[in-house]
């Protein structure tokens, strides 16, 4: 049976959903943790969406508002 959560303590509408999302995360860490891809330095990483959040403020900027 399906227990929902308050929104106040919880972000999941029930503990299926949560286990559900946890399962998945720990996937996603365990796949990335064990890739053979070489690592991204976090200031690189940083440079990357600064450069990325730059490029789009400028098309923004330059598009006509619909």
């Not at 399962?23 to 796949?31: D, G, I």
């Not at 690592?39 to 006509?64: F, G, N, Y």
């Amino acid at each position: 049976m399906s227990v929902v959560l308050s929104p106040i303590v919880s972000e999941f509408e029930t503990n299926e959903q949560e286990a559900q999302y946890n399962q998945w995360f720990r996937a996603k860490v365990q796949e990335a943790m064990g890739s053979k891809q070489p690592r991204l330095p976090h200031d690189a990483a940083m440079a990357k969406v600064q450069t990325l959040l730059e490029e789009r403020r400028k098309a923004r900027a330059s598009s006509p508002l619909v």
